[in-house]
């Protein structure tokens, strides 16, 4: 039997034992049914302020996707008429990142 990770549980321990300030911010997200790729990252900015640089490199580094991430991400540039390096920002992904995505879903 395959296990999964349980988030919400997670991250409302965290923010019961340690955060118990921010609960408000991340009430939203909580709330969802099902957590997707974005709303972890999302709630995982909301929860940890983001220290140092070398921290927030290392984070970026070990990200990983699944397709409805992809697929919303790339819905997201499409409704907000963005190019590629805009969306990367504002995603922190690299811009070859988003080409290959595209390539490989919107073929």
Known sequence: MKST???KRIFSDI???KYPEKKEICKDLLNKEI????????????????V????E?????????????VLYILDYQKQNRLNNSQVAKHFKLSRYTL???????LV
């Open 5 to 7: 990770i349980n988030y």
């Open 15 to 17: 923010l019961d034992q």
């Open 57 to 69: 490199s290392f984070n970026q580094n070990h990200k990983a996707y699944n397709q409805s991430s």
């Open 99 to 105: 080409r290959k995505w595209k390539k490989r879903y």
């Open 35 to 50: 957590l997707s790729t974005i709303d972890i990252i999302d709630l995982n900015k909301r929860i940890f302020d983001t």
């Open 52 to 55: 140092d640089e070398k921290t």
